[in-house]
């Protein structure tokens, strides 16, 4: 069974931090791209951040850079956001995922993604 599983999220404050987890079980995880994405009520799901397979390269949205951090263990199969300074256009339903092609370079659309978790909210109170 093919399960990425998100934790972490929860009601902050504003400039408060949190950190995601997503463990994967079921698919091959430590050759591949894993990302995460947000989605908000009445918004497109938009890219938040990407670390290739070793972890060597990491890619972030202009709108978290220097505020978000990804990573990943690969011997644990998990995959974590880092998110400090968090404001209130960060709320969002926070999703991971695995990239689609084996030992790939960084991706960033949805489309280079083909498994997907359920998600973790994250709310940030002003």
């Known amino acids: 069974q093919v399960q990425l599983v998100e934790s972490g999220g929860g009601l902050v404050q504003t400039g408060d931090s949190l950190r995601l987890s997503c463990v994967a079980s079921g698919l091959a995880f430590s050759s591949y791209t894993m990302g995460w994405f947000r989605q908000a009520p009445g918004k497109e799901r938009e890219f938040v951040a990407s670390?290739?397979?070793?972890?060597?390269?990491?890619y972030y949205a202009d709108s978290i850079k220097g505020r978000f951090t990804i990573s990943r263990d690969n011997g644990k199969n998990t995959v974590y956001l880092q998110m400090n300074s968090l404001k209130p256009e960060d709320t969002a339903l926070y999703h991971c995922?695995?990239?689609?092609?084996?030992?790939?370079?960084?991706?960033?659309?949805?489309?280079?993604?083909?498994?997907w978790g359920q998600g973790t909210q994250v709310t940030v109170s002003s």
């Open positions: 670390i290739t397979w070793s972890g060597g390269i990491t």
């Open positions: 995922a695995r990239g689609q092609w084996w030992r790939a370079g960084i991706v960033a659309g949805t489309a280079g993604f083909g498994y």
